[in-house]
């Protein structure tokens, strides 16, 4: 039989009620604890998704008797001292995106993990869907040839509220961290780390990017085109121009369930996916797998990959001059 892991969760928001959907539809995954600053929002969650601890504090979930890793889903602001705390205990680690608040962040958390020998892992969740590893498949057999550019937008219409997460700056608000990374992802996934960054932003009354459009550049003069905004609902679609042909991965692009390949004839070939998840159980199967197997990063997003992907982030903020207070630089 198969091992059964005990996951917990720190932070019980919208994207933590999703992934314990998710974590109940596996058969070796189980949800064993929750932690909130809220007693009585802990025990609601826990008895929705039948977990059998509820912590009223981040840290007491650390002394959990029955806990293999623990799902980090606090905003933005909060991952840094929620991941360095489980990782002082010993405790394996899947930690939302962005991964913190900045690479300098970033850096002290690989590191920790490293030395400690504890499994960490960014849940950028995209990575690990199956239509990410097909994409990734039809451009290794060289489908769409070399691709020469990344063109992706995400997009939609937020209630404006300077104490949420979206806006309020001391919990890392903006497009950028919270949507804009999608873009930033595929483009890096794709063609890696830019030689030449462009950006520029609508900042809002809070002081954080409302809305932002990137520009990337290759070395070799190879470009992407990114676009992410709090303000106006967009198609969300992603388009990767190659050589010989395009991959588009329509609406919603970061959770598709279908993409087209369309070749040098110009007809479209379609893919389909159907998902009987939200899509989070597929990373949740990565770090299951991976703590089998005993290692302590993932082959397929290691953190050599957060980390220059938190540096990418931060080279877009310091063009459009976006810090947030008491940020450690």
Not at 40 to 51: E, H, L, N, T, W
Not at 64 to 75: F, G, K, N, R
Not at 119 to 128: G, I, V, Y
Not at 151 to 157: E, I, L, P, V
Request: aromatic share 10%.
């Amino acid at each position: 039989m198969s091992k059964i892991y005990n996951w917990g969760i720190i932070g019980p928001g919208k994207i933590a009620h999703q992934f314990a959907q998710d974590i109940a539809k596996l058969d070796n995954a189980r949800l064993s604890a929750v932690a909130s600053r809220s007693q009585d929002r802990a025990d609601q969650f826990a008895k929705q998704y039948g977990a059998s601890y509820a912590y009223d504090s981040y840290e007491a979930l650390l002394e959990c008797p029955e806990l293999d890793v623990i799902y980090i889903a606090t905003p933005h602001s909060e991952h840094y001292r929620n991941t360095m705390a489980c990782l002082e205990a010993g405790i394996p680690v899947l930690c939302e995106k962005a991964f913190a608040f900045n690479s300098t962040e970033a850096k002290e958390m690989v590191e920790r993990a490293r030395q400690k020998n504890v499994f960490l892992m960014e849940a950028l969740w995209t990575r690990f869907l199956p239509t990410t590893k097909k994409i990734l498949d039809l451009i290794q057999s060289d489908a769409i040839g070399r691709v020469v550019s990344v063109k992706a937008d995400f997009g939609f219409k937020a209630d404006f509220n300077p104490k949420s997460r979206l806006f309020n700056p001391e919990l890392a608000g903006g497009a950028l961290l919270d949507i804009g990374i999608y873009p930033v992802f595929i483009a890096y996934l794709m063609m890696g780390r830019p030689e030449r960054i462009q950006a520029i932003a609508r900042m809002g009354e809070t002081g954080v990017d409302e809305e932002l459009g990137v520009l990337f550049q290759m070395a070799d003069g190879r470009m992407s085109h990114l676009h992410a905004t709090l303000l106006a609902h967009t198609k969300t679609e992603a388009f990767i121009y190659g050589e010989k042909g395009t991959i588009h991965i329509h609406t919603r692009w970061h959770e598709p369930t279908h993409f087209s390949l369309i070749g040098e004839d110009r007809r479209p070939q379609n893919f389909n996916f159907d998902y009987n998840t939200n899509g989070y159980s597929y990373e949740a199967q990565e770090v299951m797998h991976c703590l089998s197997e005993g290692l302590t990063e993932s082959p397929l997003w290691p953190l050599s990959r957060t980390l220059e992907l938190m540096e990418t982030l931060d080279r877009i903020r310091a063009e459009i001059g976006l810090v947030y207070p008491g940020e450690r630089q």
